[in-house]
């Protein structure tokens, strides 16, 4: 169970070029996930943190306008980085909560999303 | 803010020795501790976890330990072998934030046959 599903796994497109990633929780609910961003040999970095039905809450230093997170329905969030330049290009990866009582349940991720861009 | 620091950032072991990954963390409110083990290129996966109302839990060869006057936490991996290479990452989070997770700067972990 828990399982965390992310498309695409990998993007090059040119510089200009507005990206969606999809994330999607295949077999339970997600009220909330989660948008990191991770620089090669680096850490996770908290982008956004995605709920649904209202907007995201974005770290601070994350252009909101330039990172557009969509939680339209309890099992699908999208983050669409727009009009895409070289310095974007990173390694995504979504995480999302099994809904379960108690504040503090475990965060499951998705296989990221490799995005290239030229 | 909220901040995570993990160390060594690098770690090579013998096969069969014994590993440990240490954290600290500065929000005195968290209370709860989760370890990822990600291999290149692929998602983190939760390893182990530990809330703020328990010292230690264990897991077969993998253990926690959680000091919460000190603000430190802890990985213990016993009987190390090849495949636990990979990276490891520590994690705190404070419950009245929604499950947020403030990561450490990751570990990178070599166990040599």
């Known amino acids: 169970g828990a399982v965390v599903s992310q498309h695409p796994s990998r993007v090059i497109c040119k510089s200009g070029t507005s990206v969606k990633i999809e994330c999607r929780s295949l077999?339970?609910?997600?009220?909330?996930m989660f948008w990191y961003r991770q620089f090669p040999k680096q850490s996770l970095m908290l982008m956004a943190t995605s709920n649904e039905g209202s907007k995201a809450t974005y770290e601070q230093g994350v252009e909101k306008d330039k990172f557009l997170i969509n939680h339209a329905s309890l099992t699908l969030s999208t983050l669409t980085v727009t009009s895409a330049h070289p310095e974007d290009s990173s390694f995504y990866i979504c995480?999302?909560?099994?809904?379960?009582?108690?504040?503090?349940?475990?965060?499951?991720f998705g296989d990221g999303t490799r995005l290239s861009i030229l | 803010g909220e901040n995570v620091e993990q160390h060594p950032s690098t770690l090579s072991v013998q096969e069969g020795d014994s590993a440990v990954i240490k954290c600290t963390y500065s929000?005195?409110?968290?209370?709860?501790f989760p370890w990822y083990k990600q291999e290149l290129g692929k998602r983190p996966q939760l390893i182990i976890d530990?809330?703020?109302?328990?010292g230690e839990k264990k897991d077969q060869r993998i253990a926690v330990t959680l000091n919460k006057t000190a603000k430190h936490f802890s990985l213990h991996i016993t009987e190390t072998q090849p495949e636990d290479s990979a990276v490891y990452f520590c994690?705190?989070?404070?419950?009245?934030?929604?499950?947020?997770?403030?990561f450490g700067q990751g570990t990178e972990l070599s166990v040599k046959p």
């Open positions: 994690a705190a989070s404070r419950g009245n934030q929604g499950g947020k997770l403030i």
């Open positions: 929000d005195s409110a968290s209370n709860y």
């Open positions: 995480s999302a909560r099994v809904p379960q009582p108690g504040s503090n349940q475990p965060q499951h």
């Open positions: 530990i809330r703020s109302n328990v």
């Open positions: 077999d339970f609910q997600a009220t909330t």
